[in-house]
């Protein structure tokens, strides 16, 4: 059979080559549509785009003419690396004219009918497909979380359903690719740590694992039944968002009982064996001094979560380091995931 075809949308930005980059070679998808804004419609992709990735750009792409986010489609499904200010109506509209939506972007992570989406812990979230597609008349838009949230999550979902969780606490040491091109000014970030992110990052990670760690059930979603508190740090890294989580357990684990759990941690994806699954979705490492972003971040092509130093703690129950991919498995890589559950459970448009 032939590949599906895709679309990409913010295909010029950050996330978008990420995109392009992960789909160039992909065994089910092929990119054949790529829209931007106005001032990059018309020309062709490798006029249009300013390339920043550490590989060339794809020779099948370089040529394609670029479109605008409100032209008509013909792909099945359209992979969304829009900016948050433009995300929403564009993303809302293209599921209303039947398309797959997979979306990057913050705008409909808490829509009532809208799966947030990490596939090993949450697939059943995709039963809100049926609620949506009811309102839209067919297509739909899926949503993966915030970069910071991905790793997050997958190191909590092993624990909340081996022990249950009552509260976590978590400090981000976040990369700068996170704050896109040209980002944080470089006379900001050398020599420096900055407390703050802006668009709600802290509001994010504290609720967005409680929807993907709830439930979905009689057309409505629960939040998880547990507190979060997160303090966000940027940092001088170009990518990897490391943080660290400390964990209040409903029952009471050794540190060696938690390493059993996370290490073991395994969903759909890899029982599938999905062309972008990572093998071991999560890697604990043993070393005392691991994870860390320059070596780790690429582990299993950037779609495995690193978890190290996982102890007790003496006012929590456990403290753990996380490392993910912030644009590789907590963006671009996510949603490519994503769109392969979708097709493998025949979910398509």
Not at 11 to 22: E, K, N, P, S
Not at 73 to 96: P, W, Y
Not at 157 to 177: C, D, I, K, M, W
Not at 298 to 314: F, I, K, P, Y
């Amino acid at each position: 059979m032939g590949k599906v075809a895709v679309g990409v949308l913010g295909a010029t930005g950050a996330v978008g080559q990420r995109f392009v980059q992960l789909l160039a070679d992909h065994p089910w998808f092929e990119v054949v549509e790529l829209a931007a804004s106005d001032r990059s419609a018309g020309k062709p992709y490798k006029e249009a785009c300013t390339w920043r990735l550490g590989t060339p750009m794809p020779e099948s792409v370089a040529a394609r003419v670029v479109k605008t986010c409100d032209e008509r489609f013909a792909s099945r499904i359209l992979f969304s690396g829009l900016d948050s200010s433009v995300a929403g109506e564009v993303e809302t509209a293209l599921s209303s004219r039947g398309h797959a939506v997979v979306s990057n972007s913050r705008n409909h992570r808490m829509d009532p009918d809208v799966p947030l989406l990490i596939p090993e812990v949450n697939p059943d979230h995709l039963d809100a497909l049926a609620v949506q597609r009811k309102r839209t008349g067919g297509g739909y838009i899926v949503t993966n979380p915030n970069c910071s949230v991905v790793g997050l999550a997958m190191a909590l979902a092993p624990l909340q359903r081996s022990f249950g969780l009552s509260e976590v606490a978590v400090a981000t040491l976040q990369a700068l690719s996170g704050a896109g091109y040209p980002g944080v000014a470089s006379m900001d970030i050398a020599d420096n740590v900055i407390p703050y992110i802006g668009g709600g990052e802290e509001e994010k990670i504290e609720t967005e694992p409680l929807r993907i760690l709830g439930t979905f059930a009689g057309g409505a979603f629960a939040h998880a039944p547990f507190r979060i508190s997160a303090s966000v740090h940027r940092v001088a890294v170009t990518d990897g968002h490391t943080m660290a989580i400390f964990v209040r357990l409903k029952t009471k684990a050794t540190a060696a009982q938690a390493v059993e759990a996370i290490a073991s941690f395994r969903g759909e994806p890899q029982e599938r064996k999905l062309p972008t699954a990572p093998r071991r979705p999560i890697h604990v490492l043993p070393e005392d001094n691991r994870p860390q972003p320059r070596l780790d971040r690429d582990l299993e092509g950037g779609m495995a979560v690193s978890v190290g130093r996982v102890r007790t703690d003496q006012l929590f129950d456990l403290k753990l380091e996380a490392l993910v991919h912030n644009t590789i498995r907590g963006a671009a890589g996510a949603a490519i995931l994503n769109a392969e559950l979708l097709k493998a459970r025949d979910l398509l448009p």
